[in-house]
């Protein structure tokens, strides 16, 4: 059974950073990919980013230039660096893995940027 574990989340005023941390309970490049997603109230849930096990990534249009994705396998954890946050950007952020016909989701942070 994997397991993810979020934290980061939190409230921030327009223009600022916030990182976002999900610890894996197994190697994060063991996946087939891992990725940050997120809701709002309302709306349905959306990727933001990607990282593969080859390492390579991508992003939603609405968050390129400023959000990062990254990942550390010695400490299991996948990281999403947000910069220049935007009230748009309010949600609960979740972090999935995707391994084989299998989904793992973990069980959300909530970002909230204030304008």
């Known amino acids: 059974q994997v397991q993810l574990v979020e934290s980061g989340g939190g409230l921030v005023q327009a223009g600022g950073s916030l990182r976002l941390s999900c610890a894996a309970s197994r190697n994060i490049f063991s996946f087939n990919y891992m990725g940050w997603y997120r809701q709002a109230p309302g709306k349905q849930r959306e990727l933001v980013a990607s990282?593969?096990?080859?390492?390579?990534?991508g992003y939603t249009d609405s968050v390129k230039g400023r959000f990062t994705i990254s990942g550390d396998s010695a400490v299991n954890t996948v990281y999403l660096q947000m910069n220049n946050l935007k009230p748009e950007d309010t949600a609960v952020y979740y972090c999935?893995?995707?391994?084989?016909?299998?989904?793992?989701w973990g069980q959300g942070t909530q970002v909230t940027v204030s304008s």
């Open positions: 990282i593969a096990s080859s390492a390579i990534t």
């Open positions: 999935k893995a995707h391994y084989g016909p299998n989904d793992y």
